[in-house]
């Protein structure tokens, strides 16, 4: 059994169809590379898996457990919503870290909300909160940044803000870890140290969704990659094999257009 598993996803924004009917699978430990035009649905495919967006059609499921059935509204009520979100750990394009907060305390932050509503936590507070600091560091310090605990976002470059925002999602121990397209927003000389912290999760199975333009990394990192347009999938298939032999031909004018 598949670990997600979505099928007949469906979006509109009014009477623009986003999402038109889109079923895929993702297994434990598989890194999946999402690839598209801007406009394909590729990001609001990625929020409606983790019900940022709320799909108008179909089903995801995880570990077989249905999380939205957009014809069951038992699915949809928003404390339930919520939870279910967990399942899911998602990086933006923009960082998103709180300018208030430390690197340490942007990624102990939801840990510690929702230890809050622990029914042990005012007795044992200390001993949680020793526990979620560790864990942070541990993260900060997988990802490279251990001297930069202490550091606000301002004082981070973009890489490493984006790191630290990478440390936060992998704080809550996501079932899937979700990544719209991480190096955007970063200049080309710090794309490089999101996409080696990428690799190393690869390595270590980390189940992934990656909405990328990084068509090497792509390659060369993900198990398999999806091919977006017109908000339907129009290919799929193993990385490599899709990268260098393309079978429809809007893939590969696709492919073609972004070599050039």
């Given at each position: 059994?598949?670990?997600?598993?979505?099928?007949?996803?469906?979006?509109?924004?009014?009477?623009?169809?986003?999402?038109?009917?889109i079923?895929l699978?993702?297994?434990?430990?598989?890194?999946l590379?999402?690839?598209?035009?801007?406009?394909?649905?590729?990001?609001?495919?990625?929020?409606?898996?983790?019900?940022?967006?709320?799909?108008d059609?179909?089903?995801?499921?995880?570990?077989?457990?249905?999380?939205?059935?957009?014809?069951?509204?038992?699915?949809?009520?928003?404390?339930?919503?919520?939870k279910?979100?967990?399942?899911?750990?998602?990086?933006?394009?923009?960082?998103?870290?709180?300018?208030?907060?430390?690197?340490?305390?942007?990624?102990?932050l939801?840990?510690?909300?929702?230890?809050?509503?622990?029914?042990?936590?005012?007795a044992?507070?200390?001993?949680?909160?020793?526990?979620?600091?560790?864990?942070a560091?541990e993260?900060?310090?997988?990802?490279?940044?251990?001297?930069?605990?202490?550091?606000?976002?301002?004082?981070?470059?973009?890489?490493?803000?984006?790191?630290?925002?990478?440390?936060?999602?992998?704080?809550?121990?996501?079932?899937?870890?979700?990544?719209?397209?991480?190096?955007?927003?970063?200049?080309?000389?710090?794309?490089?140290?999101?996409l080696?912290?990428?690799?190393?999760?690869?390595?270590?199975?980390?189940?992934?969704?990656?909405?990328?333009?990084?068509?090497?990394?792509?390659?060369?990192?993900?198990?398999?990659?999806?091919f977006?347009?017109?908000?339907?999938?129009?290919?799929?298939?193993?990385?490599?094999?899709?990268?260098?032999?393309?079978?429809?031909?809007?893939?590969?004018?696709?492919?073609?257009?972004?070599?050039?």
């Open positions: 059994m598949a670990l997600l598993e979505a099928s007949g996803i469906g979006k509109n924004f009014g009477d623009t169809k986003v999402l038109k009917d079923s699978t993702l297994e434990q430990g598989e890194a590379a999402i690839i598209g035009s801007s406009g394909s649905g590729k990001t609001t495919l990625l929020r409606c898996l983790n019900f940022l967006e709320r799909p059609s179909g089903v995801i499921k995880v570990n077989g457990e249905t999380m939205w059935d957009a014809a069951d509204p038992a699915t949809q009520r928003e404390s339930e919503v919520r279910k979100r967990l399942h899911f750990g998602l990086v933006f394009q923009n960082f998103n870290l709180f300018p208030q907060y430390t690197a340490l305390q942007n990624v102990m939801a840990g510690e909300l929702l230890a809050k509503e622990r029914p042990d936590y005012k044992n507070k200390k001993a949680i909160q020793a526990e979620l600091e560790q864990q560091r993260l900060l310090a997988q990802m490279g940044l251990s001297e930069r605990a202490n550091h606000y976002p301002h004082q981070l470059s973009g890489g490493q803000q984006q790191r630290v925002a990478i440390a936060r999602a992998l704080a809550l121990h996501p079932d899937i870890l979700c990544f719209d397209e991480p190096t955007s927003a970063l200049d080309p000389e710090l794309t490089g140290e999101v080696r912290v990428l690799r190393d999760l690869a390595d270590r199975k980390t189940t992934m969704i990656i909405v990328t333009h990084e068509m090497h990394f792509a390659r060369d990192v993900a198990d398999r990659i999806l977006m347009d017109g908000g339907v999938v129009v290919e799929e298939g193993p990385a490599k094999q899709l990268i260098e032999h393309p079978q429809e031909e809007r893939t590969k004018q696709f492919l073609a257009h972004y070599s050039e």
